[in-house]
């Protein structure tokens, strides 16, 4: 089985930093992209920010320049540097990544259970 497990969520307040974190686990033979989306309360789910297994990053507008995603391929872990929070990142975080378990032939999606984010003064 694979899973993905999140940590570094928490309160903070405005302009504060947070860094997430994702690691997958199980009977893995390729990760390929990777990346984090985030839910607010009655909103739809979200893409923050993607990265490919050979370092390519994507973000949305509102996480251009203050948000970075990086990747560990060694330990299967991807990150998420948040910087200069505002009240509106407040939401659950999502670990997703595209993955190819051991003796399988295909890729599937698996996402994390989710880390809460809390921005508030």
């Known amino acids: 089985q694979v899973q993905l497990v999140e940590s570094g969520g928490g309160s903070v307040q405005p302009g504060g930093s947070l860094r997430l974190s994702c690691t997958a686990s199980g009977s893995i033979a390729l990760i390929y992209s990777m990346g984090w989306y985030r839910q607010a309360p009655g909103k739809q789910r979200e893409l923050v920010a993607g990265?490919?297994?050979?370092?390519?990053?994507n973000y949305s507008d509102s996480a251009k320049g203050r948000f970075t995603i990086s990747r560990d391929n060694a330990k299967n872990t991807v990150y998420l540097q948040m910087n200069s929070l505002k009240p509106e990142d407040t939401a659950v975080y999502y670990c997703?990544?595209?993955?190819?378990?051991?003796?399988?032939?295909?890729?599937?999606?698996?996402w994390g259970q989710g880390t809460q984010v809390t921005v508030s003064s």
């Open positions: 997703n990544a595209d993955i190819q378990a051991l003796f399988s032939k295909h890729r599937l999606n698996y």
């Open positions: 990265i490919t297994s050979g370092g390519s990053t």
